[in-house]
């Protein structure tokens, strides 16, 4: 059961070059010989293991955390919400709401009261229908409608992954219409959902009024390539992620069947960026 990932030797990415901002290395997100001294060093400095691995109790100290967590839908049993909590890979949920113009998820209540109940902090998420509607209006509120925006709650998503026969430009003004419209009607700015594929084919990697928004990116490589991060093409005019959903076929004591999972990073502050206030 893959956790929180561990960076070594090797490892390239956004998060080493976070890991070398911290140590003082340049930020080249390539983890070489000279980050590996300079994490050695810092270990042996403030009492942990000099192994040169940048692990859970590393980041920690260094206070760039990795967060796990999941996002589920109908599609997804929780068994035992307990379970779930004490594998230490819920530290988030985000629960869909609604889909379309008026499809509301049916067990959205069900998620949500339990997630609370569990005291883990959770969120709603919209997945977008472009394909099926010109105009992102009525999406906007039906979303507004079945997500009301409480402090302590993660911020609302914009699931972002399918595009019709939109051109780049108005596939571009349908999402960020709809991503502008939605924060004036709630008043709090909503995360982008999306994938590689829809920015650098749907989009054609201009994402102009889009990657003004926190961006949870979806990409699944085998496990053996996460040391490897996720490239920047990839990104559009996004600088970095903040959320990594690195597989949707996770599995996890407590769930029933597979789940999909995830990595928030930049630690505590970039955690608490992410919900209500």
Avoid at 118 to 124: D, E, L, S, V
Wanted: proline share 6%; glycine share 10%.
């Amino acid at each position: 059961m893959v956790g929180s990932p561990v960076h070594e030797k090797g490892h390239r990415g956004q998060e080493v070059a976070r890991l070398q901002r911290h140590l003082g290395v340049h930020p080249d997100g390539e983890f070489g010989a000279r980050t590996e001294l300079a994490l050695k060093n810092y270990q042996d400095t403030n009492g942990l293991v000099p192994d040169g691995r940048s692990g859970p109790k590393t980041r920690e100290v260094l206070g760039i955390q990795i967060y796990s967590g999941i996002d589920i839908s109908k599609w997804n049993k929780i068994t035992s919400w307990d379970k779930l909590v004490a594998s230490g890979m819920a530290s988030f949920c985000w629960i869909k709401a609604t889909e379309g113009n008026s499809y509301v998820c049916p067990v959205f209540p069900e998620h949500s009261k339990a997630a609370k109940a569990m005291g883990i902090p959770y969120g709603a998420y919209h997945f977008a229908r472009p394909d099926l509607h010109t105009d992102p209006h009525k999406e906007v509120t039906n979303f507004a409608s079945h997500c009301i925006p409480t402090p302590g709650n993660l911020r609302p998503v914009l699931d972002f992954e399918v595009a019709g026969d939109h051109s780049a430009d108005s596939l571009r003004s349908w999402v960020a219409t709809f991503l502008s419209e939605f924060e004036t009607q709630v008043g709090v700015e909503p995360i982008v959902y999306t994938g590689g594929n829809m920015v650098k084919y749907h989009l054609d990697s201009d994402t102009t009024g889009i990657s003004d928004y926190d961006l949870w990116h979806a990409f699944y490589p085998r496990r053996s390539k996460l040391c490897r991060g996720i490239k920047k093409d990839r990104l559009g005019g996004w600088k970095e992620w903040s959320v990594w959903q690195w597989t949707g076929s996770g599995n996890l004591p407590g769930t029933s069947g597979e789940i999909d999972r995830n990595w928030l990073v930049g630690g505590r502050p970039a955690f608490e960026r992410m919900i209500i206030e």
